[in-house]
Structure formats: structure tokens, C-alpha cells
């Protein structure tokens, strides 16, 4: 029976995963956060997972949970998210590289098995090759929150250097599905396009980006655990499939029969990188099943918001 933490379980892709987690009776879960920008209201309601409200950045504060369980293993998603949000909070988002050292510290003396990173695309930087490939690509981050990402990245390989403790780095690309924000691009399109509200695009709208519908995200890095795979490795979770922000907005429009209009503001002065387009082959190994499309997520979205009437 494994005990597994989930830090920032309370957001969109720890919540996801802690729901899937629960449904197989056998695991205890248990989750951490500290609600700055998650929400009680996203984690999933079942006998076997244990919410404790905590800040994984500060040591007196996670110490105890982990003396309280002996977990086998860790995902580690808490962090401040968004670029907006990353943005505007320099200094938060590199308090969470306290975090970071943390949870290696107690897992590395507690005798955790392997650790899951949720690194991101934004390491990359501006891309210098697309598809960008985890091991051919530079990293070339410059922005705070990409910064800590690679930071985070070489403390879980020095960890594994010094005290043998297995890791695998997940670098996510953008990930969607209907627990996300409001504040993230897809959400936001969407709850727009089906009140009829302009859609604003930063700039032309021809920077790129590749979405991954949450089921394939949490689909993969559960296969990984289960499969032992990609031990002490890294890997790019996300969707090849790469359009233009202009042509979401268009795409959003069309499926949900809005009357919006495209409005452009000035582009943002940085944070807004040009082109994120995944090299997968790694994920699909794992995952052995075709991704879910852009439009059958987009439609998934769709019917969950118009259920549960959140527009």
C-alpha cells in the first residue's frame, strides 16, 4: 500500500493527479498546500486522500508530514504559476527553490523511492531547434520562474549524485483542462467566446505554443511510476500539435458558436516566448494510446463549464 505526497495538490495538475491516484483503493495520498493559488475545492473527495494545509517552503512546516508518513513516493508540483503571476512576483517565485531543497532533504532521509519534478517547457527559453528535444536542445532561461525550474533540475540530479535518490524531471508544456484558472489562455478563451466577449490576443497572436489536454499529462507521468521508466531522466510532456495563439482564439470561437470578436493589445514586453512545440517521443513511448485532439479537449471544456454552469 504506497504513500504518496503530492505537493501543490490543490492546483490544476496536482489535483488531477491525486483524483486519478485515489481511484486505485490501494494508495494513500496524501496532499500539501499552502492554498496561495490553489483551491480546497479542487481536491478530489475520497477515502484515501489526506489533505493538510502547509507551505512546503518553509521547513518547520513539512518536517512533520513527513515524520507522520513514510512516503514511497513524491510528486512535487507545488509552485508559483503563470506568467503574469511569475512576473509580478520575482521574489516569491525564487522562495520556491526553498521548497525544492526540502523536499529532496526529506526525502533523501526518509526513505523515499523516486521523486517526480514538474519542471517546464519555459527552461527552454527562446528556442534555438523545434521540435525542442530534452536532450539537444539548450536550456536557456533567463526569466525568474524558468530559472528556478533549471535550478530545480540540478538539485534533483545532485541529489541523485550524492545520496542515490532516484528522480525523474517532467518538463511540462502548456497543460489544460476544466480545474484549470481562469488566468491561464485556454480557460480564459473559452469562458469569453461562450459569453460572447471580446477575446483579447497579446500582439499579432503568431507566437506558437502546443496543448496538452490533462488526461495525456497525468496519464504519462503515472505510467512512468507504474512502469519504473525514465529512472534518473528527463522527459517533455505535452502535445506536438503547434498553432498559433490567433488560431486558438479562431478555433475557440468556431466550436462554441460565439459571436466574440479578436481584439489585439500590445504585446507583452517579455515572458511571451515566440515558438513551444514539444519533441514527444519519449511520452509516447510511455503512453501507447493516441493523444486526446485540441478539439476534443476544447470540447470536453466546454460541456463541463455549460454543466456546472461556471459561465
Known amino acids: 500500500m504506497p504513500n504518496i505526497l503530492i505537493t501543490g495538490g490543490a492546483g490544476h495538475i496536482g489535483s488531477a493527479m491525486a483524483l486519478k491516484l485515489s481511484q486505485d483503493s490501494n494508495n494513500r495520498i496524501v496532499i500539501v498546500d499552502n492554498l496561495s493559488t490553489g483551491n480546497k475545492s479542487k481536491i478530489p473527495s475520497a477515502k484515501n486522500i489526506k489533505f493538510i494545509k502547509a507551505d512546503i517552503n518553509n521547513y518547520e512546516d513539512i518536517v512533520p508530514v513527513f515524520g507522520r508518513y513514510d512516503f514511497d513516493f513524491v510528486f512535487h508540483y507545488a509552485a508559483v504559476v503563470g506568467v503574469e503571476r511569475t512576473l509580478e512576483n520575482p521574489i516569491k517565485v525564487l522562495d520556491d527553490i ?8 526529506l526525502s533523501k532521509n526518509s526513505g523515499v523511492k523516486r521523486v517526480f519534478y514538474s519542471s517546464s517547457s519555459e527552461v527552454y527559453g527562446e528556442p534555438f531547434e523545434i521540435p525542442q528535444n530534452e536532450k539537444t536542445t539548450p ?4 526569466l525568474p520562474y524558468a530559472i528556478v525550474k533549471n535550478v530545480g533540475e540540478a538539485f534533483f540530479k545532485a541529489y541523485q549524485t550524492e545520496y ?21 489562455v485556454i480557460p480564459r478563451f473559452i469562458r469569453l467566446a461562450m459569453n460572447d466577449q471580446p477575446i483579447p490576443v497579446y500582439g499579432s497572436g503568431d507566437q506558437t505554443r502546443s496543448f496538452c489536454y490533462i488526461d495525456d499529462n497525468i496519464d504519462t ?29 479562431q478555433k475557440v470561437i468556431t466550436i462554441t458558436e460565439s459571436k466574440s470578436e479578436i481584439i489585439h493589445l500590445p504585446a507583452l514586453k517579455e515572458g511571451d516566448m515566440k515558438r513551444r512545440c514539444p519533441d514527444i517521443t519519449k511520452m509516447r ?3 501507447n494510446r493516441d493523444l486526446i485532439t485540441l478539439e476534443d479537449g476544447l470540447a470536453n471544456m466546454i460541456h463541463h463549464y455549460s454543466v456546472h454552469k461556471l459561465v
Not at 98 to 105: H, Q, R
Not at 164 to 184: E, V
Not at 232 to 245: M, R, S, Y
Open 98 to 105: 526553498e521548497g525544492i531543497k526540502n523536499i529532496l532533504s
Open 139 to 142: 536550456l536557456n532561461s533567463r
Open 164 to 184: 542515490d535518490l532516484d528522480y525523474t524531471i517532467f518538463r511540462l508544456f502548456n497543460t489544460y483542462g476544466p480545474n484549470q484558472s481562469n488566468d491561464f
Open 221 to 249: 507521468c503515472l505510467s512512468v511510476m507504474q512502469s519504473n521508466t525514465y529512472v534518473n531522466d528527463v522527459l517533455n510532456v505535452g502535445n506536438d500539435n503547434e498553432l498559433t495563439i490567433l488560431e486558438l482564439a
Open 285 to 287: 513511448n510511455v503512453l
